[in-house]
């Protein structure tokens, strides 16, 4: 979010307390009415006229003759008027509501009436709301948080245990991507011996699926009673969630071809007809980096090749990013060791049963819901940048 759009939005927040500062009384309409001078000049701070002009000026652009013959280009465009257009409704939004709050005001202070006063905290309790939201979206402007992206999961510690949890997690987040409305597609799924999987990669299309899901990439620790110990003992499982995002085709990322070892086998799991009587499935190693991906997802060879490519482009382009910021430790979550000091997150079902972010604080007794894709408060709380207290240290 541009930076003049957040401080629009911390003057638009004055507005939006006022019901804190000047509630249950009739007889404190003056005090609204005086106390809207902090929030008159907020207007200012936003540059809607430049951007306005600018909007206007791609406008002119795209009705320029030719402007369609560099197709990417044009695409580009287009997407930078869509980022401004979403700007500017945002901005009309709350400055509709605000210009609601100050009509109010004005009426109500003249019949000192309470109704319009209570009528007045609804409409503030509503911008707050709004307010809250535009802030979050900021925890969003990283340069591929409004990416698709690829999730991948592997079991870790635990044998049979923590490939049972992997398939546990691999539930949890398509389901927390149905919740979205975002698609998913499987492109590389490796049972595990007995049960559960041992690795699992899936494509997510959707608005903003990496900046969100870029959350929960770490080391995810389940304490159970396990399903598998005839004695019905207490087990630890670990497994591990790595993010990275869909990388566009405009963005070069130099692959050698022969940096490549290229192999092909049949696929595994459920199939039609193609998918499981012929060596379908590719799995491509990158010699250089030691970075393998595979896909098995769709009928011919040379489709999975191509998925498999542009995953391996991701991959590596993550990789670039990675040594480029010296944050390899931070943002390649999936790179430490899966077992006992390196989780983000723990669920635990037994004896008592909770699930704890141990980076935020954020916990809640219902691990059934957050095990059936109710990720919302987890996620948003480590976007919004919320640190655990000082006594959870």
Known sequence: MPQDLRDGIKIVRVAAIFSKEFACSGKRWQRWKSSQSASTSFGGLFDIDRK??????????????????????????????????????????????????????????????????????????????????????????????????????????????????????????LRYCERKGWRTDITEYQPGDVAGIKCCTFAVSGEYAYGYLRAEAGIHRLVRISPFDSSARRHTSFASVFAFPEIADDIDVKIVESDLRIDTYRSSGAGGQHVNTTDSAVRITHIPTGIVVACQSERSQHMNKASAMKVLRS???????????????????????????????????????????????????????????????????????????????
Request: net charge negative; glycine share 6%.
């Open 52 to 173: 306005r002009e600018d909007i206007q000026e791609i406008e002119s652009r795209v009705a320029v003759p030719g402007f369609w013959d560099d197709n990417e280009s044009a695409q580009a465009v287009l997407r930078e008027r869509m980022t401004l257009e979403k700007v500017l409704n945002l901005w009309d939004s709350l400055a509709r509501q605000l210009d609601d709050i100050r009509a109010l005001i004005e009426l109500g202070s003249e019949v000192d009436d309470e109704a319009s006063l209570h009528e007045c905290h609804d409409l503030n309790a509503a911008l707050e709301k709004e307010v809250a939201a535009a802030e979050f979206q900021r925890m969003l402007s990283g340069p591929h948080d409004r990416s698709c992206c690829y999730l991948s999961i592997n079991s870790g510690a635990g044998g049979t245990e923590s490939q049972d949890w992997a398939e546990m997690l691999l539930r949890m987040y």
């Open 315 to 393: 991959k590596l382009y993550e990789k670039e990013l990675q040594e480029r910021e010296s944050q390899a430790a931070e943002l390649s979550a999936d790179k430490k060791e899966i077992g006992w000091g390196s989780q983000i997150r723990s669920y635990v079902l037994h004896p008592y049963r909770m699930v704890k972010d141990l980076r935020t604080g954020v916990e809640t007794g219902n691990p059934d819901a957050v095990l059936d894709g109710d990720l919302e408060d987890f996620i948003v709380a480590f976007l919004m940048g919320v640190r655990r207290s000082v006594a959870d240290e």
